[in-house]
């Protein structure tokens, strides 16, 4: 079935820096979207992408739907305390999701 | 932005008891929701379909008759887990796809068996 390698798994940076978090798969997806979660709660949705080779920002986030539709980035500049949490990536095939693994993100102050 | 609300957040019940979670979509109709389950530090694992008016689908592996799944409206989807044992103790998530294909979930239910 499909799949979704995310990386990195983890990453410990410095308050002001830039993150940049990928997935890959060797599968063909309609939609990819970007998701952080923080515990307890549900994944909250950051950014869709619907084309491939499309661009798209919101605020500080910028990703980019891979032009062969089977990989996408998520960069995040100027890194906060409060975008730590996991992120995750998702395909969308058919109506249904598969995620990948995520990437937990921890920011120093 | 769309809203899925999905309750109760924290549930403790007792072996043998089912608990049913609810998941609605606030502010547009949904004739799909999804449910998910996700174990500590891993990532969400489909469960089923489900798919108003009509019986859900499941993925492979899981028990349809442990997990109840009802879609009675375009609004509601809930899930019923029979029978909890301590192994269902997890966290379940809900989501519901508006058009274009952007999935919004739930808060998540923290189910403890005990």
């Known amino acids: 079935g499909q799949q979704l390698n995310q990386s990195p798994q983890s990453m410990f940076i410095q308050e002001g820096e830039d993150v940049s978090m990928n997935c890959t798969s060797s599968?063909?997806?309609?939609?990819w979207l970007w998701y952080k979660q923080d515990p307890g709660e549900g994944p909250v949705l950051l950014i869709a992408l619907y084309k491939a080779g499309e661009l798209t920002s919101n605020g500080r986030l910028t990703a980019q739907f891979g032009i062969t539709r089977k990989d996408s980035f998520l960069n995040i500049s100027a890194s906060i305390p409060s975008d730590v949490g996991i992120y995750f990536c998702?395909?969308?095939?058919?109506?249904?999701?598969?995620f990948g693994a995520g990437t937990i993100l921890r920011v120093k102050s | 932005g769309a809203v899925v609300s999905q309750h109760p957040s924290r549930v403790i019940c007792k072996s043998g008891t089912s608990v049913k979670i609810e998941c609605r979509s606030l502010?547009?109709?949904?004739?799909?929701m999804f449910w998910y389950r996700q174990f500590p530090k891993q990532s969400l694992m489909l469960m089923a379909t489900?798919?108003?008016?009509?019986?859900?689908?499941?993925e492979q592996g899981v028990e349809k008759d442990k997990f109840l799944i009802n879609h009675a409206s375009l609004t509601l989807s809930t899930l019923t887990v029979t029978s909890a044992h301590p192994e269902d103790s997890s966290f379940y998530i809900c989501?519901?796809?508006?058009?274009?294909?952007?999935?919004?979930f739930g808060q998540g239910t923290r189910l403890t068996v005990v």
């Open positions: 502010d547009f109709q949904a004739t799909t």
């Open positions: 489900s798919n108003e008016g009509s019986k859900a689908t499941y």
């Open positions: 989501s519901a796809n508006r058009e274009l294909g952007e999935a919004f």
């Open positions: 599968s063909i997806f309609n939609t």
């Open positions: 998702a395909g969308e095939y058919g109506n249904k999701l598969v």
